[in-house]
T-cell receptor
Framework: AQSVAQPEDQVNVAEGNPLTVKCTYS??????LFWYVQYPNRGLQFLLKYITGDNLVKGSYGFEAEFNKSQTSFHLKKPSALVSDSALYFCAVRGDSGSARQLTFGSGTQLTVLP | GAGVSQSPRYKVAKRGQDVALRCDPI?????LFWYQQALGQGPEFLTYFQNEAQLDKSGLPSDRFFAERPEGSVSTLKIQRTQQEDSAVYLC?????????????FGDGTRLSIL
């Protein structure tokens, strides 16, 4: 079975400060990891993914994420937060073994960037 | 259209009624997924299609839930004899290929409320 934990329901950060949204995972085999963002009454938008290779992944809107295999983590980061980054963020995982293609999502972290 | 389209955006039904939710994936996308997102939670997998074949329906919560994609494009999720616990946002996602490495493109969802 695969699972994702997002330990923080809510993260508040001041505009211009760096932000981190935490994610840990459990999966059989090697992980495929994704971050999505959801704005109110909208579907999920893809931000970035880790499949293999460089542990630091760069994505849309200046976001990046660092894959840490020993800590089974994939934290989302941004050097300088914008008010417009305020949204709900989901981490998702899929393992490379087995036939299942669906993603398993965390429960989400509400990011609020304060002006 | 350019994105995944879902209709209706909002559906209110009385307990016991049947409902049908529609998903128009991005043109040419082979894979189609349905997810259920309860309030304050991440999306949970319901079922997966590759073209017209339903390859995984392990996430369907009961035999009241039924999905089809008869021509390999538009998909319909049907819920029979709705219950209050069926109230949720139902998300549809599609990917171009069959692989699990491609990001899923999500529609804006159908918010289902069962009275």
């Amino acid at each position: 079975a695969q699972s994702v934990a997002q330990p923080e329901d809510q993260v508040n950060v001041a505009e211009g400060n760096p932000l981190t949204v935490k994610c840990t995972y459990s999966v059989s085999g090697n992980p495929y990891l994704f971050w999505y963002v959801q704005y109110p009454n909208r579907g999920l938008q893809f931000l970035l993914k880790y499949i293999t290779g460089d542990n630091l992944v760069k994505g849309s809107y200046g976001f990046e994420a660092e894959f840490n295999k020993s800590q089974t983590s994939f934290h989302l980061k941004k050097p300088s937060a914008l008010v417009s980054d305020s949204a709900l963020y989901f981490c998702a995982v899929r393992g490379d073994s087995g036939s299942a293609r669906q993603l398993t999502f965390g429960s989400g972290t509400q990011l609020t960037v304060l002006p | 259209g350019a994105g995944v389209s879902q209709s209706p955006r909002y559906k209110v039904a009385k307990r016991g009624q049947d409902v049908a939710l529609r998903c128009d994936p991005i043109s040419g996308h082979v894979s189609l997924f349905w997810y259920q997102q309860a309030l304050g939670q991440g999306p949970e997998f319901l079922t997966y299609f590759q073209n017209e074949a339903q390859l995984d329906k392990s996430g369907l919560p009961s035999d009241r839930f039924f999905a089809e994609r008869p021509e390999g494009s538009v998909s319909t999720l049907k819920i029979q004899r709705t219950q209050q616990e069926d109230s949720a946002v139902y998300l549809c996602a599609s990917t171009l290929g069959q692989g699990a490495l491609q990001p899923q493109h999500f529609g804006d969802g159908t918010r289902l409320s069962i009275l």
